[in-house]
C-alpha cells in the first residue's frame, strides 16, 4: 500500500468534478483535497494545499489547462500534473506533454486506470510515455520536436524544455551515476539492485531518447538540464582550462623571447 496520494481537481464542470470524486471514493490511499473550477482558483488552492497531483481539464476558462500545467512545473516543479480532456488525439497529448503533463488521458478513462495513473505520477513517473511512445510516429516526432528545440530549429518562446524528461526518476539516477564514471556494478552497488536492472534502466534510457550509448544519454541529459554536471566532471573541465591557460602563458613567454 502507497502513501496517501493528495489530489486537487480543477475542472470548470461541477458534475464532472463529483463523478471523479464518486469514483475515486473507494481507493482508500487516493484523496481529493480540494476542487477548483479555474486555473486561477486552482493555484490559490495548492498553495494552500500542497497536493501531490494536480487533476485538470486541458479546457478552463481564461488561463486554459495547458498555461496551467506550464504555471504549475515552474512554481511547484514537485507536483505531478495530470490532464484530462474530451479530446483523444496525437496532437493534445504532445501539446500537454510539451506543457510539463505527467499524463494525458480522455475523460473516458475508467476509474481504476486512473487511480492507477495518479498514483504513478504521484511517484514521479511520467505515464505519457508508455501512452505515445507505444506509437513509434508519436515518439519520432516526440524526439525530433525536442531535439530541434535544442538547436533552435523549432524554438518556441513559451516552451521551456527542461520542464519535460521522458526519464523515470531512477533512470535519471541511473544517469548520474553513469555522469559520474560508474559502472554498472558500481551503480547497482549505490542503488541497491542488480546489475541487470542496471542494464534494462540502460536499454530503457537509450531507447526513449533513441540514442546508441550511455555517452550521448549523458551528454542529452547534461544539455536539457535533467541531470546536473557531476564533480568529477567539473574537476575535469577546471584542470583542462588550466593546463590550457599554463600552455597559453609559456607560448607567450616563447614568442617574446
Known sequence: MYATVKVLMVDDHPLFRQGVRWA????????IIGEGSSAEEGLVLI????????LTDLNLPNMDGLEFTRTIRRQYPNIGV??????E?????????????????????????????LRRVARGEYVINDVMFEDPRVADRIL????????GIVAEPDLDISLFSPLSDREIEVLEHIA?????????DALKISTQTVKNH???????????????????????????????????????????ALNFNNDDDNDNE
Do not use: C
Not at 144 to 149: K, V
Open 89 to 117: 488525439s496525437d496532437e493534445h497529448a504532445f501539446n500537454a506533454l510539451r506543457a510539463g503533463a505527467a499524463a494525458y488521458y480522455s475523460k473516458e478513462i475508467s476509474p481504476k486506470t486512473l487511480a492507477t495513473v
Open 180 to 188: 559520474s564514471g560508474a559502472t554498472n556494478k558500481d551503480i547497482a
Open 47 to 54: 498553495s494552500e494545499h500542497e497536493p501531490d497531483v494536480v
Open 202 to 244: 540502460i536499454s530503457s534510457i537509450l531507447r526513449k531518447l533513441s540514442l546508441n550509448d550511455r555517452t550521448q544519454a549523458v551528454l542529452y541529459a547534461l544539455r536539457r538540464g535533467w541531470i546536473e554536471t557531476p564533480a568529477t566532471l567539473l574537476e575535469s573541465i577546471e584542470r583542462r582550462g588550466a593546463q590550457a
Open 144 to 151: 525530433t520536436q525536442f531535439r530541434g528545440l535544442q538547436t
Open 24 to 31: 475515486l471514493s473507494s481507493e482508500r490511499d487516493i484523496k
Open 82 to 87: 495530470v490532464m484530462l480532456s474530451v479530446y
